[in-house]
């Protein structure tokens, strides 16, 4: 959601909340002081301070000739340093292919399942190469999948019958 606030703001003034202004990229207040003019804010070491610690963060701070200060966010350079790419994609696990070294296989829930009846996890963590919580968070979302629930418990350690199965999704 992209907006502005335009509005006055002064000591008492309490409707400026984060919730009041959350999802504006723009915001215009007028300050209310008549105090200072807007060439000696400029000048103020704690302004100039301020300016340079939000340029970093990609919100644009100015204040303009008639008092009101302007705040432009750049939401794509705010979103790599404020969230520091939280939420990144999950890496997927592949195998080693010796008859092409150009051609690579995901593991598969199948795959997963097959080892299962075969390997402890401790074997299976060693063969993917993959740490020992991103395994069992896998492993918890193969476990509590639709796939996993429509297999026949009898037939594990049939990898056509494991692979025919629809849901067989990467681990």
Not at 38 to 49: G, I, S, V, Y
Not at 52 to 70: A, E, R, Y
Not at 144 to 150: A, G, L
Request: aromatic share 12%; proline share 2%; net charge positive.
């Amino acid at each position: 959601m992209a907006g502005s606030y335009k509005g006055k703001i002064n000591q008492t003034d309490s409707s400026l909340t984060y919730e009041a202004l959350k999802g504006y990229r723009h915001l215009n207040l007028k300050l209310a002081s008549s105090d200072n003019s807007a060439e000696d804010l400029k000048q103020n070491p704690d302004f100039l301070f301020f300016q340079d610690i939000l340029s970093s963060l990609g919100i644009d701070m100015q204040v303009s000739s008639d008092n009101c200060l302007s705040l432009n966010m750049n939401p794509d350079v705010f979103n790599v340093k404020a969230k520091r790419n939280a939420g990144a994609k999950r890496k997927l696990v592949y195998q080693e292919n010796n008859d092409s070294p150009y051609s690579f296989n995901q593991y598969r829930f199948s795959d997963i399942v097959y080892m299962l009846q075969e390997s402890s996890d401790t074997d299976i963590m060693e063969a993917l190469n993959m740490k020992r919580a991103t395994y069992y968070r896998h492993k918890n979302r193969l476990m509590n999948s639709t796939y996993y629930n429509k297999l026949d418990k009898a037939r594990l350690s049939d990898v056509s019958y494991l692979k025919s199965v629809p849901g067989d999704f990467s681990f």
